[in-house]
Nanobody
Framework: QVQLVESGGGLVQAGGSLRLSCVAS????????VGWFRQAPGKGREFVAA????????DYADSVKGRFTISRDNAKITVYLQMNSLKPEDTAAYYCAVRQGRLSRASNAYDYWGQGTQVTVSS
């Protein structure tokens, strides 16, 4: 089992920044990929970004490219999502998830999920 705990969400004005954290514990995969997804009310879960823990390679949704940065801290077993230039349309619950192997944009490819952290961007 892998446990994931997200934090760092909150209320911010448009143009502001937030940094989300995802702390992992338990039986971590040998070569995991960690993804961030988001879900707005009434909408499906949407891919945001992903990172390969071993290689450090990253992938971003077009909607956040250039504004969001995903990174990891090996010592803290933590993945971060730095979100800059936030827009009202970024408002959603943000979830981190982990899978073994390559990066994926498909939510059903991930095995373990955190409980989520709410991000609200006011206009």
């Amino acid at each position: 089992q892998v446990q994931l705990v997200e934090s760092g969400g909150g209320l911010v004005q448009a143009g502001g920044s937030l940094r989300l954290s995802c702390v992992a514990s338990g039986r971590i995969f040998s070569s995991p990929a960690v993804g961030w997804f988001r879900q707005a009310p009434g909408k499906g879960r949407e891919f945001v970004a992903a990172i390969s823990w071993s290689l450090g390679t990253t992938d971003y949704a077009d909607s956040v490219k250039g504004r969001f940065t995903i990174s990891r801290d090996n010592a803290k077993i933590t993945v971060y999502l730095q979100m800059n230039s936030l827009k009202p349309e970024d408002t959603a619950a943000y979830y981190c998830a982990v899978r073994q192997g390559r990066l994926s944009r498909a939510s059903n490819a991930y095995d373990y999920w955190g409980q989520g952290t709410q991000v609200t961007v006011s206009s």
